[in-house]
T-cell receptor, first 111, second 113 residues
């Protein structure tokens, strides 16, 4: 089975812009979770989608949003980018309440 | 905020030695998972241990879980230079915490050839 894929792998944006990141889960996995990783805060949970529904959300401002499509692919969007949004964004997919399998991440740099 | 603490924060050993990393957490869990991350890349799943298990093995990995102390340990035996990476424990609280893993700050392991 192909692993979790994320596009793009690297992104450079300027403050105030918005960005959309994409995640394709492992075939058959219906749950997709997103995480933000920074040197200061570590790995933090953003949100989780299952069957196109957001079931859980972390403690992030409303500028962070996401969605999931009927084929389980997911996107996350960050609007009005701030310097502090520079991070590695990771998505993970899982089949049930089991292991989460992570993609390679998208490294976002905000200038 | 992070669920718990990992210690040590950094560990440096020689090839062939064993490496032990510890993780503590704060709330009750459904399972605990260990991940490896190389140089800011994606996380690689290593092993999952459920709350009703005490010990689990996978190849050179041995994980223990003590729910009464809210702690876990990861032992890597006969370390190799390729084991050099950051190691994270992550807890799944189950219930309505759908898809949410809470990570520790990680242990940076360096294995010298």
């Amino acid at each position: 089975k192909a692993g979790v894929t994320q596009t793009p792998r690297y992104l450079i944006k300027t403050r105030g812009q918005q960005v959309t990141l994409s995640c394709s889960p492992i075939s058959g996995h219906r749950s997709v979770s997103w995480y933000q990783q920074t040197p200061g805060q570590g790995l933090q949970f953003l949100f989780e989608y299952f069957s196109e529904t957001q079931r859980n959300k972390g403690n992030f401002p409303g500028r962070f949003s996401g969605r999931q499509f009927s084929n389980s692919r997911s996107e996350m969007n960050v609007s009005t980018l701030e310097l502090g949004d520079s991070a590695l964004y990771l998505c993970a997919s899982s089949f049930t309440y089991n292991e989460q399998f992570f993609g390679p991440g998208t490294r976002l740099t905000v200038l | 905020s992070q669920q718990g603490e990992e210690d040590p924060q950094a560990l440096s050993i020689q090839e062939g030695e064993n490496a032990t990393m510890n993780c503590s957490y704060k709330t009750s869990i459904n399972n605990l998972q260990w991940y490896r991350q190389n140089s800011g890349r994606g996380l690689v799943h290593l092993i999952l241990i459920r709350s009703n298990e005490r010990e689990k093995h996978s190849g050179r990995l041995r994980v223990t879980l003590d729910t009464s102390k809210k702690s876990s340990s990861l032992l890597i035996t006969a370390s190799r230079a390729a084991d050099t990476a950051s190691y994270f424990c992550a807890t799944d609280a189950g219930g309505t915490s759908y898809g949410k893993l809470t990570f520790g700050q990680g242990t940076i392991l360096t294995v010298h050839p």
